[in-house]
């Protein structure tokens, strides 16, 4: 399953919403997971079946969607969501990742 | 605190070989499916192998099967990706990380270079 992100970059000034798309190329029910990745790190999960959110991950991050189109929203975006996001179908083997929305602070 | 080390990257010449392993401590190790995933440099994550808490399930990205193998210890609580022919391909990050679906426990990565 090709999993296809946009836009490729995103500029944002702080305290705006950013909001970030991933689409399917076939339907993956909720199966979809939203990680964030700052330079140097691991991906950190945020979200997993489309919409929940991880335990200690902030409000201002909320996900939504199903089938074969996503979204992920940050609100109040702050300098610290600098970073690239990538979406993840667990759906069917293999699990793919899109190629991610590097989000860019103004 | 719940904790996964990578090692065993490095520098190897194509048609090499490399062993890493991923030592998990603060959880119950045995009962965890575990993945590796790697990044080539300024690429997306790709999920590469995956293998069920028994060791008796692997499954594999059609870009390393064939080359690498897979494998747990569950009393030494780690695992294994043996890496065979490699290619400059290969070159990324090696991350190993827990569960099945998707994954909030990660190592924190060893760096493969193939390169003559």
């Known amino acids: 399953i090709v999993m296809t992100q946009s836009p490729v970059t995103l500029s944002v000034s702080p305290g705006e919403r950013a909001t970030l798309s991933c689409r399917a190329s076939q339907s993956i029910r909720s199966n979809l997971a939203w990680y964030q990745q700052k330079s140097g790190q691991a991906p950190r999960l945020l979200i997993y079946l489309a919409s929940t959110r991880v335990a200690d991950i902030s409000a201002r991050f909320s996900g939504s969607g199903s089938g074969t189109d996503f979204t992920l929203t940050i609100n109040s975006l702050q300098s610290e969501d600098s970073a690239v996001y990538y979406c993840q179908q667990y759906n069917n083997w293999p699990r793919t990742f899109g190629q991610g929305t590097k989000v860019e602070i103004k | 605190q719940v904790q996964l080390v990578d090692s065993g990257g490095g520098l190897v010449k194509p048609g090499g070989s490399l062993r890493l392993s991923c030592a998990a401590s603060g959880f119950i190790f045995s009962d965890f499916y575990m993945n590796w995933i790697r990044q080539a440099p300024g690429k997306a994550p790709e999920w590469i192998s995956f293998?069920?808490?028994?060791?008796?399930?692997?499954y594999y990205a059609d870009s390393v099967r064939g080359r690498f193998t897979i494998s747990r210890d569950n009393a030494k609580k780690s695992i294994y990706l043996q890496m065979n022919s490699l290619r400059a391909e290969d070159t990324a990050v090696y991350y190993c990380?827990?569960?099945?679906?998707?994954?909030?426990?990660w190592g924190q990565g060893t760096l493969v270079t193939v390169s003559s």
């Open positions: 990380a827990r569960g099945e679906y998707n994954w909030k426990v």
């Open positions: 293998i069920d808490s028994g060791g008796s399930t692997t």
